[in-house]
């Protein structure tokens, strides 16, 4: 039996038992890794699993179960104990499984063919550390990684859908250390993408990660200040983050979202965009459908700086009146739920060296530590460390500071430069925010 008729034969046992609807998951995962510290191999290690999961209705009761093996034979004694489950538990009037859609399994390129062996990982790991310990001022490294892993997702349920698909990915990620003693700093890099074609070149990763830990040395500590701050790219997608949680459906039917009055209201700047794309040929996030069968499309979430959707799946579109946005994420044990697949922030027109320019006294934060963040009113506290801004350039390294905000005036205060790259699946370019509290020393 292939994955689809083994998962039709459990949804069939589903309704022997007595369930009135039900949908099965299968999801198959290879894998195989290698770390390496100081010129020695570390770690290597090969994985394969298989996870089958279960969930059905029994009126609007519902239960999910999950189980590692697919043996067709042991199908009805998985189905008796989910439906036991889901005649004793409370009703939700919610929940529910969607009618299949028609999915357009398009060119989304999410397959490489090239499997790596172990050698090549370690090669690909030793050219990363070997440029970082080339910087010069570099001490010691915490080990460069390479990896490899595929993803099978099939899903069939009892109102007439089946589908899957696969995608892989290719990674690698260097950490060095600089300077002595207590005035040691690190810094990383890594990168990850679908095909190995279109993976950073590791030796210039293992390089970055060696000047910028270089650059962090003999950091100080500011005074607090009110000024500009400018994120990252590697950390400017935490503010995206931020916003999704804030638009995610299930937060939003809750009420414990500070969003959850402001759609057809601006939430951002005027003129900035952001978008959610599963459709995205070679996405790090891509899928054809999401985890409920429903079809994936691009979805424009806010427009010209205003707020045009919510991130929704079946149930919490149900309990806004609304119709899923594609977006329910699931594993084999427990219900879907909404979330974000390729999310982005259009870039802007301003080089960052532009966005920067008039910036007498700022900060560049380039790492962020801790999630001090208010979901209910948007209070937003956070470790940071990073660069000064002065005259308009990158000056001395800080460290030991917080800024601090509510997101909701942040948000109309962003100004994205033109520097998007899609390397993380929640991508943003360089963003500038003017008017957050820097507390120092």
Known sequence: MNRLDRLAALVDAARRAGADAADALLVESASLSVQRRLGKLEHLERAESLDLGLRVFVGARSASVSSTRSDPGGFAALAERAVAMARVVPEDPFAAIPEAAPISMAALDLEDSNEPSADALVT???????????????????????????????????????????????????????????????????????????????????????????????????????????FHPRVAGSLLGHLSSAINGASVARGTSFLKDSMGKPVLAPGLRVMDDATRPRGLRSRPFDGEGTPCAPLALVEDGVLQSWVLDWRSARQLGLRSTGHASRGTGGPPGPATTNLWLAPGALTPAALMADIREGLFVTEMIGMGVNPVTGDYSRGAAGFMIRDGALAEPVSEITIAGRLPEMFLRMVPANDLVFRRGTDAPTIRIDGIVMAGA
């Open 124 to 230: 690909r790991a030793a050219m990363a550390e070997e440029a970082a310990l080339a910087v010069r001022g570099v001490t010691n490294s915490e080990g460069a990684e390479a990896g490899w892993q595929r993803n099978r997702v099939a899903l069939a349920t009892s109102r007439g859908f089946a589908g899957e698909w696969a995608r892989t990915s290719h990674s690698v990620s260097a950490t060095a250390l600089a300077g002595q003693g207590t005035a040691m700093e690190r810094d990383y890099d890594y990168a990850t993408a679908v095909h190995l074609a279109d993976l950073d070149d590791a030796a210039a990763l293992g390089r970055r990660a060696g000047e910028q830990a270089v650059a962090r040395l003999n950091a100080r500590r500011p005074t607090t200040a009110t000024l500009p701050v400018v």
